[in-house]
């Protein structure tokens, strides 16, 4: 067993409980995987994002990695230092696309990236990603959770989830 390290953007679902008096609430799916992930003697941890999404960073076997690869978006580098000149225009423009999916605006996106890409690491377009993060409430009326337009800061950096999952 190999185990490599691997980072996705990873939606959250809806889990309802059996007891009633249990409002639903949201969870991160790659709680779905985890006994996978166990098995392998990995480990995995994430931080909510914007866009009902978390970024997350896994440890497992290699795989496993490619059942994850098959459900999630798995971001092409798996070294938060590396550039991400060693990734194709492609690839960069997937990574761009996916951080525009999450509700942040091409505006912020070019003021915080101006010129090429390439020339940022891995650590730097996570770190922007999981600057912050939608608030979200249940709503017992319409039976649903509703991502508010609120913002706040996410929950940890990327540097401390990088070192969670060594």
């Given at each position: 067993?190999?185990?490599?390290?691997?980072?996705?953007?990873?939606?959250?679902?809806?889990?309802?409980?059996?007891?009633?008096?249990?409002?639903?609430?949201?969870?991160?799916?790659?709680?779905?995987?985890?006994p996978l992930i166990r098995a392998d003697g990995g480990s995995w941890n994430g931080v909510e994002v914007m866009g009902?999404?978390?970024?997350?960073?896994?440890?497992?076997?290699?795989?496993?990695?490619?059942?994850?690869?098959?459900?999630?978006?798995?971001?092409?580098?798996?070294?938060i230092t590396a550039s991400l000149n060693s990734l194709t225009n492609s690839q960069r423009t997937m990574i761009r696309?996916?951080?525009?999916?999450?509700?942040?605006?091409?505006?912020?996106?070019?003021?915080?990236?101006?010129?090429?890409?390439?020339?940022?690491?891995?650590?730097?377009?996570?770190?922007?990603?999981?600057?912050?993060?939608?608030?979200?409430?249940?709503?017992?009326?319409?039976?649903?959770?509703?991502?508010?337009?609120?913002?706040?800061?996410?929950?940890?950096?990327?540097?401390?989830?990088?070192?969670?999952?060594?």
């Amino acid at each position: 067993m190999v185990l490599a390290l691997g980072w996705y953007i990873v939606p959250y679902a809806r889990k309802i409980f059996s007891n009633p008096a249990h409002p639903p609430v949201r969870y991160c799916l790659m709680e779905d995987y985890m006994p996978l992930i166990r098995a392998d003697g990995g480990s995995w941890n994430g931080v909510e994002v914007m866009g009902n999404r978390a970024i997350v960073k896994v440890k497992a076997d290699t795989v496993t990695l490619g059942v994850l690869d098959g459900m999630f978006t798995r971001i092409p580098l798996d070294d938060i230092t590396a550039s991400l000149n060693s990734l194709t225009n492609s690839q960069r423009t997937m990574i761009r696309s996916k951080i525009l999916d999450m509700g942040y605006s091409l505006a912020e996106f070019n003021s915080r990236f101006p010129g090429n890409l390439g020339s940022y690491t891995l650590r730097d377009v996570l770190t922007f990603a999981a600057s912050r993060r939608q608030m979200h409430h249940y709503d017992l009326a319409t039976d649903t959770i509703v991502i508010d337009s609120d913002t706040r800061p996410c929950s940890k950096t990327i540097g401390v989830l990088d070192g969670e999952v060594l």
